[in-house]
Every structure is written in structure tokens, then in C-alpha cells.
């Protein structure tokens, strides 16, 4: 089966502002349809709601940066975040632990055990794959050779 065009939009739309909120009303002006019909097909299709694609994609985008000394509070703000603690619950969330100790674990601070290094290795791993996905998902558009006209004139 192919990738559905609008969605194909919508996660462009996304990915396009991904720094700034956008609401489901915001999408359902900008593309024409029924939020709860946007709501219903993006997560068919991609198998997460909108506000979770989000979500992971200001987290997993975020990850890097963790690496430099800039504070916690300028990466929430910088990748969509309106507070900190939104940030770090999210974080937390899709990752396992808060900021703070991925940041040691960025450091390869010995202070982390075994156990969270393997939690945070496969909350990482799980984004990528999910984000592999998505990407996979986008490829997935026909051929223009495998389009079939129908047309009631000769």
C-alpha cells in the first residue's frame, strides 16, 4: 500500500514547524478536512497521534545538543518546549531518565549504572527505528508509471 499524500503533508507541515506549537484546528484550516478525520488517519498511518509525533521528533532532535553546555531550560525553549518541566517529563517519557542524567550519560559520566545506560540505549534505539519508519513511510509514494488513468473518453 502506498504512503496516503495527506499525510505526506501533514508530517512536511510538521516537520516545516516543529519549533513552534501548531494545533489540530491549525491543521484542519491549513488542509481542508475534519480534525477528528486528520486525527484518525495520521495515527492509521503512522501509527502515533500528532501531538506524540511531535513529541518524539522535538526529543529525539534535542539529543544532540545535550552533549553542549547549554542549559536545559534554553533546549526546552529552543525545540518547541514552552517550560522546562514540560521538556523533561517528555524527555523522561520517550527516554527513560530526565536531561540531567542523559547529559552524564552524553559524558560517558561513570556515575551512570549498567542498568540506565541499557534503558537509555534502547529508548534512543526505539525513536530511531520509529523515526526509520516514518522515513520508509514517506518513499513509499507510486511511481508516476504506476498510476492508472481512468478516463470515460477515448
Same mark, same amino acid.
Given at each position: 500500500?502506498?504512503?496516503? =499524500?495527506? #499525510?505526506?503533508?501533514?508530517?512536511?507541515?510538521?516537520?516545516?514547524?516543529?519549533?513552534?506549537?501548531?494545533?489540530?484546528?491549525?491543521?484542519?484550516?491549513?488542509?481542508?478536512?475534519?480534525?477528528?478525520?486528520?486525527?484518525?488517519?495520521?495515527?492509521?498511518?503512522?501509527?502515533?497521534?500528532?501531538?506524540?509525533?511531535?513529541?518524539?521528533?522535538?526529543?529525539?532532535?534535542s539529543?544532540?545538543?545535550?552533549?553542549?553546555? #547549554?542549559?536545559?531550560?534554553? #533546549?526546552?525553549?529552543?525545540?518547541?518546549?514552552?517550560?522546562?518541566?514540560?521538556?523533561?517529563?517528555m524527555?523522561?517519557?520517550?527516554?527513560?531518565?530526565?536531561?540531567?542524567?542523559?547529559?552524564?550519560?552524553?559524558?560517558?559520566? =561513570?556515575?551512570?549504572?549498567?542498568?540506565?545506560?541499557?534503558?537509555?540505549q534502547?529508548?534512543?534505539?526505539?525513536?530511531?527505528?520509529?523515526?526509520?519508519?516514518?522515513?520508509?513511510?514517506?518513499?513509499?509514494? =507510486?511511481?508516476?508509471?504506476? #498510476?492508472?488513468?481512468?478516463?470515460?473518453?477515448?
Open positions: 500500500m502506498f504512503s496516503n =499524500p495527506l #499525510v505526506l503533508n501533514i508530517l512536511d507541515y510538521l516537520d516545516l514547524n516543529l519549533f513552534r506549537k501548531v494545533t489540530i484546528n491549525e491543521l484542519s484550516n491549513t488542509f481542508h478536512f475534519n480534525k477528528d478525520y486528520l486525527m484518525r488517519l495520521f495515527k492509521k498511518e503512522i501509527g502515533t497521534t500528532i501531538i506524540d509525533y511531535m513529541n518524539y521528533k522535538r526529543i529525539f532532535s539529543l544532540d545538543i545535550l552533549r553542549d553546555s #547549554v542549559s536545559i531550560l534554553n #533546549v526546552s525553549l529552543c525545540y518547541g518546549f514552552y517550560s522546562q518541566e514540560y521538556y523533561s517529563e524527555f523522561h517519557k520517550l527516554i527513560g531518565v530526565s536531561p540531567t542524567i542523559y547529559r552524564l550519560y552524553l559524558n560517558y559520566d =561513570p556515575s551512570i549504572d549498567e542498568d540506565t545506560y541499557y534503558l537509555i534502547k529508548n534512543v534505539i526505539f525513536l530511531e527505528l520509529f523515526f526509520k519508519k516514518v522515513e520508509a513511510y514517506r518513499r513509499n509514494i =507510486p511511481s508516476k508509471d504506476s #498510476v492508472i488513468k481512468l478516463s470515460i473518453f477515448k
